[in-house]
């Protein structure tokens, strides 16, 4: 309930109510108030802080602090021996707007015209359409590429580790680590990725990153300067693209063919390029293997030129005939080549570890990177994945999953031939995590899929990836996920798929 006391200069009416709000605060809102609509204008006398609290049966300290907090902001000042005045000049005047008959709503700004930096405008321009993640919940649609079975992820095991690391208490864990990474982490990186992927590297060459995407940005920070030019497979993962071409770089789109990579396309355009970025096990998205002879080729040619190339090894773990195919960087005796890969596809994405393997004279200065950037991740992440490793988890999860991903492949290509027959050709691939569906000739694949997610499917136009036309003869086409998801989502989205594009 309002008590109203008047004070005795009759020149406004404080309104004090008994409620959850500090008395103090309320008399502070009330005399700004009335100071700003100008009730007490300028250079005005205030009323002593004795004589107010007496007005209103309030405690002296009560006013004394709505006094302090006004004077702190500049709403009225006290001179000495005289008394307590509202200030010659408000805060308000002092901001200088446009339309000083308007004030902007709390979070509103006036219009005010921003600058950004050369690489703020680039990174304005991108398609901020295909940065952001198709749903902000953990209940994708068929058919989302790039994401693992969460489904057969051993959560339980999972959940025991993190629960025997808390229960340690280790003090290293809680405080500041090192921006390379968790060292035994580190250590077993290493060791898996020598026996699995026969990469040249030792624990000391490897870096711990916030996932694949950030080793992009960190390498494209690092090593690219603006008007540097980049070679890119086209068609490409467009973080990859995204991440050179913000930080200045001319990108020189590279074709491919049975053998990948187009090597002597990529020479005639620029052979003084400063990096190449290729994806030389499983292309993506198109799934071509680079022959050995342009791998060796496009080593030597780094080697030559001073340059560097990058291999993103996102998703090698998951090859369905016979043994992964060894790395390009365990082809590179000059340390030509930075290796990078990521946790995401093999344990779930919102665990945000990936790493970078870099030649022994480049990890100061990633580590030193990585430190300006988000100074490290976190310690409890790294140390439950090393147990997960050490223990075993992570082998046995990763055979699992090709045998299920393999069951999975084979389903998606059975259930289109069965409903997808002159709409959508869906070859089988070795290796991946997804497959890419043929349309016919003459159809857009944008507008196929948007025509898809009309019906509820989730999948993304190939054209999206491409910066330039791919060569005839080419079709447009669609990118199906299918490691996330059940037989029956698979069979019950094809049909769907079909439904969509009937007619299109």
Known sequence: MPINRKTAAPLFTISLETSGVPIYR???????????????????QLPSTRFLA?????????VVNAYDQLLAEGYIEGISGSGTYVASVLPEELLETKDKSRKPKSGESLNRRVTLSNRGERLAAFDHVNLRPSR????????????????????????????????KMSASLFGSGNPAGYEPLRCSVAAYLRTARAVRCEPEQVVIVAGAQQALALIAQ????????????????????????????????????????????????????????????????????????????????????DAWIIEDDYDSEFRYSGRPLASLQGLDADGCVIYVGTFSKTIFPALRLGYMVVPENLVVVFSAARALMDSHSPSIDQAVLTDF????????????????YAERQAVLV???????????????????????GWLPKNIDDRIAAQKAAEQGIETKPLSVYTSEPLPSPQRGGLILGYTAFSAGQIRNGVKRLAKALTGV
């Open 26 to 44: 309320q008399l502070y809102e009330t005399l700004r108030r009335t100071i700003l609509s100008g009730q007490l204008p300028a250079k005005s």
């Open 54 to 62: 007496r007005q209103l049966a309030v405690s002296r300290m009560t």
């Open 136 to 167: 902000t919940d953990a209940h994708f649609a068929a058919f989302h590429y790039g994401l693992p079975a969460m489904d057969a992820f051993p959560f339980d095991v999972w959940a025991r580790l993190v629960s025997r690391r808390l229960q």
């Open 222 to 305: 690092v090593l690219i300067d603006e008007k540097d030019t980049v070679w890119m497979e086209n068609p490409c993962y467009l973080g990859a693209r995204n991440a050179f071409a913000a930080a200045g770089a001319e990108i020189v789109s590279v074709p491919l063919d049975a053998g990948g990579f187009d090597l002597h396309f990529a020479l005639h355009k620029n052979k003084n390029a400063r990096l190449a970025c290729v994806t030389p096990s499983h292309q993506f998205p198109l799934g071509t293997v680079m022959s050995l002879s342009r791998r060796l080729a496009l080593i030597e040619w780094a080697r030559a030129n």
């Open 389 to 404: 490793i050490e223990e075993g988890h992570f082998a046995r999860h990763i055979r699992r999953m090709r045998a299920l």
């Open 414 to 436: 059975s259930a289109a031939k069965k409903d997808l027959a002159g709409l959508l050709a869906v070859p089988p691939d070795e290796a991946g995590m997804h497959l890419v």
